[in-house]
């Protein structure tokens, strides 16, 4: 028997935003999973947001619906404590200017691998018109059946993921950078204490492609890497890494698929002097495309905050 949870809208826009883009602090060490996904709804191509959280005490999922104009957020949230094992499957109903658009999830056999986003055993499915516009996780045929409604006519793309990672010293996360192909294996190390001078490795399925020492002379740069043949750009600024004080910075790191080939002079390590602190910001602009005809390209973000 599926349960429903509280949903709620929310017509002031930085409320709403708030949500996936207040900093993350030490203090609270949640671990977050922001993923933006475009998808037609109600006729049009319209964002929708779906956050993972998770600290000691809490575990929740919200999806966040955008109006057409951007101004205005239809919104779910469910608790996933571990206490709250009834709310683990449900079903929601939102109406979205005027359209109904129905929230099913299970996430009772979920697993996970440390972080708030599962990684297998579940589903949430978003459906409009008797289509799924959105699903994710691997129980499709669970979900199909259970919504009782068929595949989109267009599918739903992924334009980027936004994680904040707490850790000494290894970060890792997943992403696909092709819809068509696997997801990879992401995983940051660094040695930034001790004698030697510190040095950081950035490795795909487990294969380093970024090696940077002397990384106090190297602590923003970037450098494109070939991933299953396709070129992807890694932008990284750990400079609070070794500035800072402990546990009051992260570290950013950008990756682009799909980047455009360019000279060795250009892709390799750039000391901090020369860096361009514009990177994130440039590429969240991919954001507001939602009406264009060119679909945005993927981009991952990963902020690695190293702890004591």
Known sequence: MAFPVRAYSMANPPLAEKITEDPVTNKTAQSTVTCGYQTHIAGYLRNVTVLWCKNLMNHSLSIMINSLEGDYHYSCKVDLKPWHFWSKKGYKSLDVEGNQVEIYWDLRSAKFSGGPEP?????????????????????????????KARPALVEALQYYKKENVFAKKSFG????????????????????????????????????????????????????????????????????????????????????????????????????????????????????????????????????????
Request: charged share 25%; proline share 4%.
């Open 119 to 147: 990684c297998g055993d579940f589903y949430v499915a978003l459906v409009w018109e008797e289509e799924v516009v959105l699903l994710l996780g691997d129980y499709k045929k669970k979900a199909y059946k259970r919504t």
């Open 173 to 308: 996360t997943r992403a696909k950078f092709d819809e068509r192909k696997r997801e990879h294996d992401i995983v940051v190390e660094s040695s930034t204490l001790g004698p030697k001078d510190p040095e950081m490795w950035i490795s795909i399925d487990g294969i380093v492609l970024v090696h940077v020492r002397n990384l106090q002379w190297k602590f923003r740069g970037n450098q494109t890497v070939l991933v299953d043949k396709q070129p992807v750009q890694v932008f990284w600024d750990v400079h609070d890494w070794l500035f800072s004080a402990p546990g009051t910075g992260h570290g950013l790191f950008i990756f682009k698929p799909n980047a455009p080939e360019i000279s060795e002079s250009e892709g390799s390590s750039q000391g901090g002097g020369d860096s361009d602190n514009s990177n994130e910001s440039k590429y969240h602009s991919s954001r507001n495309s939602s009406r264009s005809n060119t679909a945005p390209e993927f981009c991952l973000f990963l902020y690695a905050w190293k702890i004591e």
